[in-house]
């Protein structure tokens, strides 16, 4: 009988090893799509900035951040970055019932 349990525990100690290394495939894949995910946007919106000034294909990093500093800290682009957050947090928001019309089952138009 101790056997068995022998057998079962040591059976339960492989799955638990398996799981484990699932798990830590699974976050290395996770990670992997974060970071591809962040160099994609990086580049697109460095793609943005040099459309828009072609003139920052001559700069310095550093000139760079300095320019996108100098320009973001202005009260304007303050506004207009938190406008923007709040357009997206109230696109976001689920419609209530409150606001949806209730359904008529009766059509006007038959009469």
């Given at each position: 009988m101790n056997?068995?349990?022998?057998?079962?525990?040591?059976s339960?100690?492989?799955?638990?090893?398996?799981?484990t290394?699932?798990?830590k495939?699974l976050?290395?894949?996770?990670?992997?799509?974060e970071?591809k995910?962040?160099?994609?946007?990086?580049?697109?919106?460095g793609?943005?900035?040099?459309?828009?000034?072609?003139e920052?294909?001559s700069l310095?990093?550093?000139?760079?951040?300095?320019l996108?500093?100098?320009?973001l800290?202005?009260?304007?682009?303050?506004?207009?970055?938190v406008?923007i957050?709040?357009?997206e947090n109230?696109?976001?928001k689920p419609?209530?019932?409150?606001?949806?019309?209730?359904?008529?089952?009766?059509?006007?138009?038959?009469e």
């Amino acid at each position: 009988m101790n056997n068995k349990k022998l057998a079962k525990i040591e059976s339960l100690d492989e799955q638990m090893q398996k799981i484990t290394m699932q798990r830590k495939q699974l976050v290395l894949e996770y990670k992997e799509q974060e970071s591809k995910a962040k160099m994609r946007r990086i580049t697109k919106r460095g793609a943005f900035i040099e459309s828009i000034l072609p003139e920052t294909v001559s700069l310095t990093d550093a000139q760079v951040k300095t320019l996108l500093e100098a320009l973001l800290i202005s009260g304007y682009a303050r506004s207009q970055l938190v406008k923007i957050a709040q357009d997206e947090n109230e696109a976001a928001k689920p419609v209530s019932a409150k606001t949806v019309p209730a359904a008529d089952d009766t059509d006007e138009d038959e009469e």
